[in-house]
């Protein structure tokens, strides 16, 4: 089998040229116009990011590399003994736009597991830190902090050359990605089950069944499998997303890796982003405290109405790309169609329920211009059911699972020589002052 490693090194040439095809032959070429609407709307649908591993159609949804979620789930490798796909084929997949064989994942995942353990420092900062402060803004820290042994950073002080730049990006993202489960685990037993001994990484699990045993249910192969599912499929959903976006930006300061994939996870926390699989858990308990026994379409269509009259957003549903429902929200609910006793939970029937309901509700109500649901309507339901019941811990995950896709652009945007954003902007006197030339 050939190292994650030996196949980039094939593959970074051939996208060098191509790079660089497009910038001398179609460097004027136009991909669309620039409007007012995309400077005052949030750049919705502005063709202005280069981005590798992912490309999201409105309708059908994502694919990486050209393959969609179903496309993954009969190709890719999954773990021994599991059927779904597991964290390291989709990281071979995003890096590399190739399929692993059994054996190169499984050397992947030997090779995170040896790279798995935090340093004494990191575990001393994240145990010092209050239960009270949330978990997200605890795995932002203990990402930025690991650049402590930054290589990216240090060769860059020894003063390497620009093609040298992506092996040490390669290096720092490998080693971050290895990491992210024991610190993700650690801050999850600091708050909810302090005191509780953390077990070591097992260098014979994937990345992800080590996940679940560090926060204590190695022994659920059904959670260990959604939880393969889930990190796999919110891998990466193109760059214009806020992590991926926010991300991108800050490695094009040549941040290193661990801070790059920090700032991203300030914008995974947004309520609008990442943190909405939190607030869905949220709304959805109290709608089934508030509906009591009886929870018809009904009762959940005048749910919905109270929420949106009260000026929320009906968390789970829209979306910035897609105009259809979410394919992860679909391949999530395909696993709980699957197990007869995930279809009796009664949280994974509301959220079931809810789906039935809302995107009609939405529509009457006419403002999103997406009334399906996306990913996170239906991510937290299942790690209810399993016993994963700290809804605010959710978007961690998420977090876990995101930096396979932003550490894969990291890596593509030095091997590329991408240079520092910088777009330029006008304020509102500058935009009329155009209009009228
Ligand atoms: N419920 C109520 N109103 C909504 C919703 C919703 N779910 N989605 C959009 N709108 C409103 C939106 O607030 C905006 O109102 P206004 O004109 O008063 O500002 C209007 O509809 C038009 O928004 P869109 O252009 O449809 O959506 P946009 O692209 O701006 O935002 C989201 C996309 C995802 C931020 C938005 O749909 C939303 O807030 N959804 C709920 C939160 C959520 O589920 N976020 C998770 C996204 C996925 N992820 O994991 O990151
Ligand atoms: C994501 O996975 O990043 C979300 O669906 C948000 C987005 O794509 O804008």
């Known amino acids: 089998p050939q190292t994650v490693r030996e196949v980039l090194?094939?593959?970074?040439?051939?996208?060098?040229?191509?790079?660089?095809?497009?910038?001398?032959?179609?460097?004027?070429?136009?991909?669309?116009?620039?409007?007012v609407e995309h400077v005052v709307g949030g750049m919705r649908g502005l063709k202005a990011m280069l981005w590798e591993a992912s490309v999201l159609d409105p309708i059908e949804g994502i694919r990486f590399h050209g393959l969609s979620i179903a496309d993954c789930q009969k190709v890719l490798p999954a773990a021994p003994g599991g059927k779904e796909i597991i964290a390291e084929s989709m990281l071979w997949l995003l890096l590399t736009g190739k399929i692993p064989t059994e054996a190169e994942t499984r050397q992947l995942?030997?090779?995170?597991?040896?790279k798995g353990e935090l340093p004494e420092y990191i575990e001393k900062l994240v145990d010092s830190l209050p239960s009270t402060l949330h978990p997200m803004t605890q795995l932002g820290m203990g990402v930025a902090a690991l650049?402590?042994?930054?290589?990216?950073?240090?060769?860059?002080?020894?003063?390497?050359?620009?093609?040298?730049?992506?092996?040490?990006?390669?290096?720092?993202?490998?080693?971050?990605?290895?990491?992210?489960?024991?610190?993700?685990?650690?801050?999850?037993?600091?708050?909810?089950?302090?005191?509780?001994?953390?077990?070591?990484v097992n260098k014979d699990l994937d990345l992800v069944g080590n996940y679940v045993n560090m926060l204590g249910y190695g022994d659920n192969h059904d959670l260990t499998e959604y939880l393969r599912l889930y990190i796999a499929i919110h891998g990466?959903?193109?760059?214009?997303?806020?992590?991926?976006?926010?991300?991108?930006?800050?490695?094009?300061?040549?941040?290193?890796?661990?801070?790059?994939?920090?700032?991203?996870?300030y914008a995974l926390a947004g309520p609008l982003h990442g943190l909405a699989n939190q607030e869905v858990l949220r709304w959805q308990m109290n709608m089934q405290k508030e509906l009591g026994g009886n929870i018809t379409h009904e009762s959940i269509k005048e749910f919905l109405w109270k929420t949106l009259?009260?000026?929320?957003?009906?968390?789970?549903?829209?979306?910035?790309?897609?105009?259809?429902?979410?394919?992860?929200?679909?391949?999530l609910q395909q696993f709980c169609d699957t197990r007869p006793e995930l279809l009796e939970d009664p949280i994974v029937q509301l959220v079931k329920k809810t789906y039935e309901v809302a995107p009609a509700v939405l529509k009457e109500h006419g403002k999103t211009k997406n009334p399906y649901p996306n990913v996170d309507a239906a991510s937290g339901?299942?790690?209810?059911?399993?016993?994963?019941?700290?809804?605010?811990?959710?978007?961690?995950?998420?977090?876990?699972?995101r930096a396979l896709g932003c550490l894969t652009q990291y890596v593509w945007s030095r091997a590329l020589g991408l240079p520092i954003e910088r777009p330029k902007s006008l304020s509102m006197d500058a935009i009329e002052k155009l209009i009228k030339q």
């Open 9 to 35: 090194e094939e593959v970074v040439p051939k996208k060098q040229l191509q790079l660089k095809q497009l910038k001398t032959e179609h460097g004027q070429a136009v991909l669309g116009d620039v409007k």
């Open 309 to 331: 009259k009260s000026g929320q957003v009906v968390p789970g549903y829209g979306h910035g790309v897609l105009r259809n429902p979410d394919p992860r929200f679909m391949a």
């Open 109 to 114: 995942s030997r090779e995170l597991a040896e």
């Open 147 to 200: 650049n402590h042994d930054s290589k990216f950073q240090q060769a860059y002080e020894r003063g390497i050359k620009k093609s040298e730049y992506w092996t040490y990006a390669l290096e720092d993202s490998l080693d971050l990605l290895a990491k992210l489960p024991a610190l993700a685990a650690r801050i999850y037993r600091n708050i909810y089950n302090p005191g509780k001994p953390l077990p070591k």
């Open 236 to 265: 990466d959903h193109e760059g214009g997303n806020a992590s991926a976006h926010t991300s991108h930006l800050v490695g094009s300061t040549l941040a290193d890796p661990y801070l790059a994939y920090a700032a991203g996870l």
């Open 381 to 401: 339901c299942v790690l209810y059911h399993y016993g994963l019941t700290q809804f605010k811990y959710y978007t961690v995950i998420f977090g876990v699972s």
